[in-house]
């Protein structure tokens, strides 16, 4: 097998984005109600797995909250799921809604610092 040289594969992107204009660009995520997602966040089922905090588990899914996924990623986790989380199609959970998730889970506030639990600090 023939690897390519960097200059070429260089070549090939420059190509490849000057017929696709969107290749390397961000797609902005919609305007979503955060009040909304909260209340769906809780009505679908996603805390099940994932906890009432976004916090998830190492048995039932990752976290969520204060997501870093691009919200084309996060869709696209929803409609075709990795492992054994089920499918969020667009009948079930319309794009509108899951932008209204996603818009919680991205202002859930941060975790607390381990070092300001007492209990945590006296196990130590």
């Known amino acids: 097998m023939k690897h390519l040289s960097l200059t070429a594969a260089a070549s090939i992107a420059v190509l490849f984005s000057a ?3 969107a290749a390397g660009q961000q797609v902005s995520s919609p ?14 089922g996603c805390y099940q ?3 009432l905090a976004g916090q998830g588990a190492m048995m039932t899914g990752p976290r969520v909250s204060r ?3 691009a919200f084309d990623g996060f ?13 969020y199609e667009a009948t079930i959970l319309s ?9 919680y889970l991205r202002q859930m506030p ?8 007492p209990l945590l600090k006296a196990a130590r």
Request: glycine share 6%.
């Open 49 to 51: 797995c994932h906890g």
């Open 67 to 69: 997501t870093e996924l």
């Open 19 to 21: 017929f696709n204009p």
């Open 75 to 87: 869709l696209n986790q929803l409609r075709h799921p990795v492992n054994q989380m089920p499918p």
């Open 95 to 103: 794009d509108r809604d899951a932008a209204d998730i996603y818009a």
């Open 31 to 44: 305007t979503g109600n955060a009040d909304n997602g909260k209340k769906l966040y809780r009505e679908t």
């Open 110 to 117: 941060a975790p607390r610092d381990p070092n300001s639990i």
